[in-house]
């Protein structure tokens, strides 16, 4: 089977490579392709999403089983109990998925571009990302929540409410709004956090949109908290796809999927993040978007968990610069933080 795009039949310019990729027109290789996936309704969600938008843009595919799922449980899954922070944070979603492809036992992998740290292990690339998903965070509360009010986002959580989040992100930015609420741990999937606060446990959460949408669920939402109000991780919204660096032939192919101002704005994000080299416990929010003249609008945060210190600051620029712009911005908001925010 080649996946050249010489091969499709009806021909479509879709599979074509991004410019400045070689074509190798008589690369060969068999099929399925091995997708690698984490296993909660969310990753398999995204996956057969991903893979529906590969077979629509390449109609080679459609003729043979061409992918097979391979659902790898990460030490992100199989910890439940803990912070992320306290357990080695970004990254645990995605360990096991580098091996896997590192191994060959994958061809490439889908992952929530949240999940995935700023500095890929090395033979491993971002191939491609896919259009964004509502980037902002939401609220959902229990029967306990009052009137909402367009002029205050929290006005509906009422006084001294105590909030599950796994998130010092969405914990700092909360606490700093509203000292008066209380915040405890809660993890797992989108699904378990929604019983729980049904059970009474919790008179809210704090979820990505994106993921209450993906999974039908955005009914759910009481409040959806604009970007300037609660700044959204670096990434979160967006799907990103990993190969080999070495597969050429695959990069090829699922830069047909690429979505161009997804990849802008994740490379602002992404660059702050990197510049900011918080530790896992420093509460840091990211978010870019472009703006209708082409240029990029990058908002970046930093801040204490307690929501004692939060800084925050936008920067506009070019959006060929994103990355230039993301450093810039990481620099800045590092160099006018107090120095043990980010220490480990
Ligand atoms: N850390 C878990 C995670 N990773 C990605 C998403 C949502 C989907 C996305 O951001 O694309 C979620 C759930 C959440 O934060 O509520």
Redesign the pocket.
Known sequence: MSLSPGATPSGPASCAPAAGHPVRRHAHRSLPLRVGTRGSP?ALW?TRTFLDRVLHVCPVLRNAKAFEEHVIATSGDRIQDKR?ADIGGKGL?AKEIHEALLDGRIDFAVH????LETELPPGIVLACTMKR?D?R?AMVLGPRAGDTDPANPYAAIPSGALIGTA?LRRQAQLLHARPDLRVEMIRGN?GSRLSKLESGAFDGT???L???K?LGLERHASLVLDAETMVP?A?????GITVRAADLELCELLSAVEDREARAVSRAERALLAALDGSCRTPIGGHARLLPDGRLHLTGLVARPDGSFLLKRTVAGAATEAERLGRELGDGLRADSPVDIFAG
């Open positions: 969310l995204q992320l979603f929530s571009l949240k999940d998903e980037a965070d998130s989108v704090l979820l990505a994106a993921g209450l993906r991780a990434g979160q919204g967006i799907v």
